[in-house]
């Protein structure tokens, strides 16, 4: 089992930063890249980023290219994701999510709002 806890999430105004961060727990060892996916408020659940856990490589969203970076800290188990030029768009439900040994990511977190006023 792997656990993982999101953090960060708020209110911001339109062209502000937010850092989410997300602590994972239990058998990570197995890890082989995380990610973070998004939902906004009707519609479906969205790639934003990723990272490979042993590597540095990373993968983004056309939407958040240039604009998000996502980071870790192998150490920690935790991984972030830095959001600036924030637009009201954004605003989403964040999910931090595990990709394991069959590369299908196959543990979430439990999400954390994010709401970007215009």
């Known amino acids: 089992q792997v656990q993982l806890v999101e953090s960060g999430g708020g209110w911001m105004q339109a062209g502000g930063s937010l850092r989410l961060s997300c602590a994972a727990s239990?058998?990570?060892?197995?890890?082989?890249?995380m990610g973070w996916f998004r939902r906004a408020p009707g519609k479906e659940r969205e790639f934003v980023a990723e990272?490979?856990?042993?590597?540095?490589?990373?993968n983004y969203a056309p939407s958040v290219n240039g604009r998000f970076t996502i980071s870790k800290d192998n150490a920690k188990n935790t991984v972030y994701l830095q959001m600036n030029r924030l637009k009201a768009e954004d605003t989403a439900v964040y999910y931090c999510?595990?990709?394991?040994?069959?590369?299908?990511?196959?543990?979430w977190g439990q999400g954390t709002q994010v709401t970007v006023s215009s």
């Open positions: 999510a595990r990709a394991g040994p069959t590369r299908a990511y196959d543990y």
């Open positions: 239990g058998r990570t060892f197995s890890t082989y890249r």
């Open positions: 990272i490979s856990w042993r590597g540095s490589d990373t």
